[in-house]
């Protein structure tokens, strides 16, 4: 199966990526901004199962596929974009519906866990950054001749997803920490919460401009 050199040097690759905050990093810190830290916890959950997702889809060779064809990564990518944009929309016109002592309350947040989770799911697994790191450079990764090749990369793909997992929790927590200030004033959080709105939609317009690596 996969040698311990190659889980390493894996690793410090995903570590390297990771660290560039890409299109989940930056939906986990706008949900964060939004909604608060149970909301950034189950936002990073569902983007974790969907960048796994896309590394079951690399080991069945659809995800290579996806890679290699401008049409469908368009496709994949253009649906992302849009997601992020609706949601961020959302995220504005609800703006002043949490007030403060919502937050200081046992209110939850405004979307199930279950939803939120989907959400991220669905950026997660329409990430063009995840799509092509996934299908260029996972199989770098894989000894061909020890066999077994779908379950290696099954394997390898739990490193960057272990360490995605821990990153933007962490980074989700931060900017969950940092909406408490303005929590005390229902006028911050109403502030907030549009400029939340409006990094997810910056950031689904950034998805949709991404081009290619190629």
Do not use: C
Request: hydrophobic share 55%.
């Amino acid at each position: 199966m996969v040698s311990m050199d190659r889980y390493l040097a894996f690793a410090a690759m995903s570590l390297l990526v990771i660290v560039i905050p890409g299109p989940s990093v930056l939906f986990v810190i706008g949900r964060a901004l939004a909604h608060g830290r149970r909301t950034a916890v189950a936002t990073a959950l569902g983007n974790v199962i969907g960048s796994y997702l896309l590394v079951v889809a690399v080991a069945l060779g659809i995800g290579t596929l996806v890679e290699r064809s401008a049409a469908l990564f368009t496709a994949v990518k253009l649906a992302g974009a849009a997601y992020l944009v609706h949601l961020g929309v959302q995220a504005f016109r609800h703006r002043r519906d949490m007030t403060a002592s919502d937050i200081r309350g046992p209110a939850g947040p405004a979307r199930g866990d279950l939803r939120t989770v989907a959400d991220g799911v669905l950026v997660g697994i329409t990430n063009p950054k995840g799509i092509v790191f996934f299908a260029a450079v996972l199989p770098q990764f894989v000894h061909q001749e020890a066999g077994h090749v779908t379950a290696q990369m099954l394997l390898l793909g739990l490193v960057p997803i272990s360490i995605g997992l821990v990153t933007d929790t962490l980074w989700g927590l931060t900017a969950s920490a940092a909406r408490g200030w303005f929590a005390r004033s229902d006028r911050r959080l109403s502030m907030i919460g549009g400029t939340g709105g409006f990094a997810l939609i910056g950031l689904g317009v950034t998805v949709a401009a991404t081009g290619r690596a190629d």
